[in-house]
T-cell receptor, first 115, second 114 residues
Framework: DAGVTQSPTHLIKTRGQHVTLRCSPI?????VSWYQQVLGQGPQFIFQ???????GRGNFPDRFSARQFPNYSSELNVNALLLGDSALYLC??????????????FGEGSRLTVL | KQEVTQIPAALSVPEGENLVLNCSFT??????LQWFRQDPGKGLTSLLL?????REQTSGRLNASLDKSSGRSTLYIAASQPGDSATYLCAVRFPTNTGNQFYFGTGTSLTVIP
């Protein structure tokens, strides 16, 4: 079975540009979460989606947005990129979400570099 | 604000040693706690998940314990091997106003010397 898949794996953007990152959860998983990991730090929670609805939002500016599609895949969008947005963006899926709790499974991440 | 702390930040041990990694958190009202492994530049690999009602979980050479009242978890690795070298992350799921959210520690970087 395929695990969590993310694309692209690496990308380079310049300040002010926009980026879209994509994630496909493990088959049967309905919850997708996005995390930002800056070098040397633990991942920071950005968004959680469950059954196509936003169920949680971390402390990130409105330049960050996300959505979940009917097939449970998800996109993370970041507008007006700043140098500080350079990070590894991780997607995680779980079988359940919302007020239920389940094991998180992560993808390999998308490495974003902003110049 | 919820916080998760991992000590030590780095650890170097000779092959074959047993070792303990520590994780502490600020609030005992948690849903569960999950330990991950991360290799350089890679994603996170799930090692063990402990629900709030459990005291420990075991998988092979790994054993994780949870003491909610003291806000602590430990990951015990038996008979360490060079392949165990990686960063180990502790993540705690806390309740929030809208559901729940994982908070991560900054990790313990483990080096096992052959």
């Amino acid at each position: 079975d395929a695990g969590v898949t993310q694309s692209p794996t690496h990308l380079i953007k310049t300040r002010g540009q926009h980026v879209t990152l994509r994630c496909s959860p493990i088959s049967g998983h309905k919850s997708v979460s996005w995390y930002q990991q800056v070098l040397g730090q633990g991942p920071q929670f950005i968004f959680q989606y469950y059954e196509k609805e936003e169920r949680g939002r971390g402390n990130f500016p409105d330049r960050f947005s996300a959505r979940q599609f009917p097939n449970y895949s998800s996109e993370l969008n970041v507008n007006a990129l700043l140098l500080g947005d350079s990070a590894l963006y991780l997607c995680a899926s779980s079988l359940v979400g919302g007020t239920n709790t389940g094991e998180l499974f992560f993808g390999e991440g998308s490495r974003l570099t902003v110049l | 604000k919820q916080e998760v702390t991992q000590i030590p930040a780095a650890l170097s041990v000779p092959e074959g040693e047993n070792l303990v990694l520590n994780c502490s958190f600020t609030d005992s009202a948690i849903y569960n706690l999950q330990w991950f492994r991360q290799d350089p530049g890679k994603g996170l690999t799930s090692l063990l998940l402990i629900q709030s009602s459990q005291r420990e979980q075991t998988s092979g050479r790994l054993n994780a314990s949870l003491d909610k009242s003291s806000g602590r978890s430990t990951l015990y690795i038996a008979a360490s091997q060079p392949g165990d070298s990686a960063t180990y992350l502790c993540a705690v799921r806390f309740p929030t106003n809208t559901g729940n959210q994982f908070y991560f520690g900054t990790g313990t970087s483990l080096t096992v010397i052959p």
